[in-house]
Structure formats: structure tokens, C-alpha cells
């Protein structure tokens, strides 16, 4: 795709919250990677009670993006750590933290079969979380 972009002519790329940084290493041209966060902060902050939410990942993998979020926040993180024996199969995941009586906010960038994302869901539900939110964040 970064080839096919230089061919037709441009010559700089604006984007919005990659999957991955080093995307933009494919790319001959200048690229702006913009991320999506300082939109919702305002939100979150109108919406929810700051002093009970907690941010999480579905996987190792998000970790930057939800520790942006969490940091922004002034909240808690807390991670969960997934291994798979296939593609789009989680064999097996286990939380890093707590969410105990907390309202957890999982932040992902991509949702494919929802397999993670629901099976983090319920392993903080499992975990003593008072309420769970799942916010994909559009790439």
C-alpha cells in the first residue's frame, strides 16, 4: 500500500492511530501519525467517575496506547496477557492487576472476531470488576 500511495503522487501522508509505529518505516514520504486520544479525553472525563476507572488492554500489545490513556487520566492500568495456539484462538489469558469494585474502560485498536476483547471482558467481570466498557479506537 506505501508503494501503490508513492506511485500516484503523494508526497506526505497524514494517519491516524497505526496499529504499530513502525508502519510508517514502509513509507518513502513524510508521515504524520496523529492519534485519536486527546478527542476522547474530554469525553471520558464528562462521562465517567475518574476516581473508580481503570484502563485496560486485551492484550500485551496495547499496552502503550492504554498507558497514554491511563497517564492522561491520572488512573489505573492494568494489562491482560493472552497466549494463543492459533490464529484467532485464545488459548489462554490472565490478568496483570486488579480491578476489584473498579469500572474498567478496555481500550483496542483492532476487533476482528471479538474473541480477546470478550474474553478480557469477562476475565475483569470474573475478577471482581464492577462494570466493563470496551472503546475500539479506529485505526
Not at 29 to 48: E, G, Q, T, W
Request: hydrophobic share 45%; aromatic share 6%; net charge neutral.
Amino acid at each position: 500500500m506505501a508503494d501503490l500511495l508513492s506511485t500516484a503522487g503523494v508526497t506526505r501522508l497524514i494517519t491516524m492511530d497505526l496499529h504499530a509505529d513502525q508502519i510508517q518505516g514502509f513509507f518513502d514520504v513524510p508521515v504524520d501519525h496523529l492519534y485519536a486520544s486527546s478527542v476522547f479525553m474530554d469525553h471520558i472525563k464528562s462521562n465517567f467517575d475518574l476516581q473508580n476507572l481503570i484502563i485496560a488492554t486485551p492484550d500485551v500489545g496495547g499496552t502503550k496506547r492504554a498507558s497514554s490513556y491511563a497517564r492522561h487520566l491520572g488512573v489505573p492500568m492494568v494489562i491482560c496477557h493472552k497466549t494463543r495456539l492459533k490464529a484467532n484462538e485464545v488459548a489462554e489469558m490472565r490478568l496483570i492487576g486488579k480491578v476489584d469494585g473498579k469500572d474498567v474502560l478496555l481500550i483496542d485498536d483492532i476487533v476482528d472476531t471479538a474473541g480477546t476483547i470478550t474474553k478480557a471482558a469477562d476475565l475483569m467481570i470474573k475478577e471482581g470488576a464492577r462494570s466493563v466498557r470496551a472503546w475500539r479506537v479506529m485505526q
